[in-house]
């Protein structure tokens, strides 16, 4: 039920360990560095696709936000506060791309120059009948989390999505305590009244 | 704890984000409220559908490579020890610029009085070669010897005539 009892953290790493990795990716250590990606670029991506609802665009993003915080990781003063300032990090390519316009709306089977899909899906289904109902609901809920005021949608990803704690989602918003406990609340009893018809699906 | 209450903290009480004081008080009202208990299953059945039901992406295989592509060119781990935060730099600008402007000036005052003292000695040395200059008198009958001369004083004499004066 609870997610701190996941230790060690959220993004399956022990603090000891991504200390060490921090460490020496500072120093210039490509190949820690690549470990710390690895670690933590799916969790990034996924939670600016949350914001941005476009794959490429989340893609680049995080691209961006990896880029950013090798240049800037000699200031990281606090390396146990490593994922929140990762995540304001990329939450700020978000909201300097996305501060002028609305976040798009690029369907998920976006396909490049070649034809491809652009970014990978996690496949998780079983059969067709399966796979198209969970299709729906995956749309369903796709556009319930876009259709949340975007106070909402970023506490609810960070929380429900990417298991931060509340105290890393007041560090990553740059907001206090209880107004994130508030938000949280709020941004879930917004989502269960969404879904409400389709939880008997 | 009342029913407001408790539901303002089964959120929190669902993500083990309460103290363990609160959690026991939570706790201890969802066993007599059935109301709340209700509402906490809600949430609970809400949390597991959108987590059960939300698309995941996956990283495309070799993005590593495109960020290491980047890091390896473009960048490198800032050096901490000559590191100015940005508002720093923005503040050491804005005095270089201000720096710049005022010494600018200072260097226009000094010029322009430079040239003042120039104009003045040059008045004062055309004054006095003015003053110095010999003064010729002639009948007005015969040509100006120093007609084109203009550090020379002319006047003119105007012999046998009672009514007319000099510098009229």
Redesign the interface.
Known sequence: ?????LNPGSSGIDPAGLAKLIRK????D?ES??EI??VF??KV??FI?RMVNS?EE??DL??ET??AV??????LKDDSKFEPWLFRIARNFVYQRYRTRSPSTVS?DALDENGQQ?????DTRKNPDEAFQ?LE??D???D??AGLPEKYREVFTL???QHL??QEIADVVGRSLPSI??D??RA?LE??KR?KE??KV | MDCKQCAEDLTAFLDGELSAADSERVRSHLGSCPSCSHELGSLQETANFVETHTRTLELRPGSWNLVRARITTENAPAPSRFWIPNRWRLAMGALALAAVFGLGYLQYQHIQERNLDLYISNYIEQRKTQMEAPQVMFSGTEENPYGNNPFVEIKASFNGNPFRSEGR
């Not at chain 1, 990716?25 to 210039?28: L, R, V």
């Not at chain 1, 652009?118 to 996690?122: D, E, G, K, P, S």
């Open positions: 039920m609870t997610k701190k009892n990716a500072k120093k210039g490509i560095y690549q990606y690895e670029a799916r991506l996924n696709y794959p989340a893609e995080t691209q990896f880029v090798y240049e800037k990781l000699e200031t998920i652009v970014t990978q899906l996690a969970t609901l995956e369903v809920v796709a319930v989390i929380s429900a999505l704690s509340y406990k508030t949280i609340h879930r989502v269960r879904v389709y939880l």
